[in-house]
């Protein structure tokens, strides 16, 4: 049985996800468009969220420990475009979001409630400037 933390996150996203579906609903003829010149059409948009070609997010996540942090380069306005992607129906875009969903949520189940509540630094999210 999941721990109520899951639980919880599970349920919060579970909210984003159907939020994010609905916006995609019947935009497979407008993947290429975009709402004004400087922005991404939905086909871009999709690509960053992917992050690069064969990324997961088992390893990611299995690296936050409170030891020996990875650093973790996120790079601004990276939409990972490739040929393969240029070439996906909306529905490919879907079924690899859920994909990465699903491999979250199987790695996180695994662990107690210990080590979901232990507060940890996570570099991902700090940059030298700050």
């Not at 010149?37 to 997010?57: D, F, I, K, S, Y």
């Not at 509540?117 to 570099?123: D, H, S, V």
Request: net charge negative; aromatic share 6%.
């Amino acid at each position: 049985m999941a721990s109520q933390i899951i639980n919880e996150v599970r349920t919060t996203t579970d909210v984003v996800w159907a939020r994010l579906s609905a916006q995609l609903h019947g935009l497979e003829p407008h993947m290429e468009r975009s709402d004004a010149p400087e922005e991404w059409p939905t086909r871009q948009v999709l690509c960053h969220l992917l992050a690069e070609p064969g990324w997961r997010p088992v390893p990611v996540l299995f690296s936050f420990a409170t030891t020996n942090l990875p650093v973790i380069e996120i790079k601004q306005g990276q939409m990972n475009l490739t040929p393969e992607r240029e070439m996906m129906s909306l529905r490919h875009f879907e079924g690899a979001l859920k994909r990465h969903r699903r491999e979250a949520f199987s790695y996180l189940e695994t662990l107690g409630d210990e080590d979901l509540q232990r507060k940890a630094r996570i570099p991902l999210f700090e940059c030298g400037r700050c």
